[in-house]
């Protein structure tokens, strides 16, 4: 089995604390574990993907009426937080390093994620980052409907409510079929 761990939007806007749209300590706690996953999959020749949100800061985004503008193309608010973003440029020339821009919640659309995972027979996901109950759950259920097998490391995702952290949780045990470590 090729498994992938999905890092999802681990960026400053997410996460930092001047971050436009930030989980604040709650994310930035999650940082050592994160970047400790990505060393295990690296180290064990699986894939380590950052589905990362890229917007242009279009009226017409749905997204646009709902949150302040966040993670747009370029800015350092759309960079990888931290270590993780050293990380990633320590990484980055490898075959098993994927990055790319998404424009909505879930990995999945609009971006050719499905076809990658495929052409590798990629067929286990990790998932982690932010948040929890909204990119990290929209990308959880695509995977499910694309009949990936789905694990989600608990203390490597969050998000802004520990009801919405506790729901989401459930929701991909007990909806999504996900193995929780
Ligand atoms: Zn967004």
Not at 109 to 120: F, S
């Amino acid at each position: 089995m090729t498994k992938a761990l999905l890092i999802i939007d681990y960026t400053n806007d997410f996460v930092a604390d001047d971050g436009s749209l930030t989980c604040g300590k709650p994310a930035q706690q999650l940082e050592n574990y994160i970047v400790s996953l990505a060393n295990k999959f690296y180290e064990n020749n699986d894939y380590v993907i950052f589905p990362t949100d890229g917007h242009t800061g279009d009226k017409l985004s749905p997204e646009y009426k709902l949150f302040p503008p966040h993670n747009i193309v370029g800015t350092l608010g759309q960079q990888l937080y931290d270590k993780l973003n050293t990380w990633y440029k320590d990484h980055k020339g490898s075959d098993r390093i994927y990055k790319f821009n998404k424009n909505r919640y879930s990995a999945f659309q609009n971006t050719n994620l499905d076809n990658y995972l495929r052409e590798r027979k990629i067929d286990n996901l990790w998932i982690a980052g932010v948040c929890t109950d909204i990119c990290v759950l929209h990308t959880a259920i695509a995977a499910y409907n694309l009949n990936y097998q789905i694990t989600i490391p608990t203390k490597a995702v969050t998000t802004f409510t520990k009801h919405g952290q506790k729901w989401a949780l459930d929701h991909f045990k007990n909806s999504l079929g996900a193995t929780l470590v």
